[in-house]
């Protein structure tokens, strides 16, 4: 369900209104790939049917200020590391939060998000979706998944039965397009107990078989 939000509001703080996480809010708004909602106009958020009550009762009833961050536009002599150092917050946050790689050209009239001063949002940790991946072992039971037309990660984690995070978490996306490839660990079959060995007495008759069940690690 699409509900209007506010033009400028927190992801985190939307979240809590939905009584959902900022992995699976996200999930639902792939386009969300700044910590912060935000436009010239109202901005409009799906949600699934049953957290739309929540969301709007929690945001009538909140009285705080709806952001920590604030839309910057660098000018020349701007750099990166003293407007962070300015904002009290790691460079390499300031990079993840604002989708800045190697690649990004940053110069006057790029457009930042910067912390508030007082927010503390600095300190915090950034949702799975801003967040570097984790780069491990190969794992057994991995699998790839097609992006299609019209799907969403909540969808693909639904399917798979797997969490948003740790989508996110194995392939780092934030926008999905079609046909793109996703990792997908599933988790391995528990193994079946063995079943105690079966002593058959080879003296006695085919149509006479004795069979005597051995207690394990007797056989």
């Known amino acids: 369900v699409s509900v209007p939000t506010p033009s400028a509001i927190d992801i985190r703080l939307a979240a809590t209104f939905a009584e959902m996480s900022v992995d699976e809010l996200i999930a639902l708004n792939p386009a969300l790939n700044r910590p912060m909602i935000s436009g010239p106009h109202t901005q409009m958020l799906v949600l699934p049917a049953d957290r739309v ?30 407007l962070a150092a ?26 930042l998000l910067l912390p508030l001063k007082g927010s503390g949002v600095g300190a915090q940790p950034l949702p799975a979706v801003f967040r570097p991946p984790v780069r491990s072992a190969p794992r057994r039971g991995a699998l790839v998944h097609i992006v299609k037309k019209g799907e969403t ?38 193994a079946r107990k063995p079943v105690n060995p079966v002593k058959i007495s080879a003296d006695q008759p085919r149509q006479n078989v004795v069979a005597t069940l051995l207690p394990a690690g007797q056989q």
């Open 86 to 111: 300015k904002h009290a917050i790691a460079l390499s946050k300031l990079k993840l939060a604002n989708g800045i790689t190697s690649r990004t050209k940053v110069g006057p009239g790029f457009q």
């Open 153 to 190: 990660l909540y969808g693909i984690s639904r399917r798979y039965r797997v969490s948003t995070d740790s989508l996110l978490r194995w392939n780092h996306v934030g926008v999905l397009t079609t046909g793109q490839r996703l990792i997908i660990y599933r988790a391995p079959a528990k």
């Open 53 to 82: 009550d929540a969301f709007r009762r929690n945001l009538e009833s909140y009285d705080q200020p709806l952001t920590s961050w604030q839309p910057y536009t660098m000018k020349g002599g701007d750099s990166l590391g003293r």
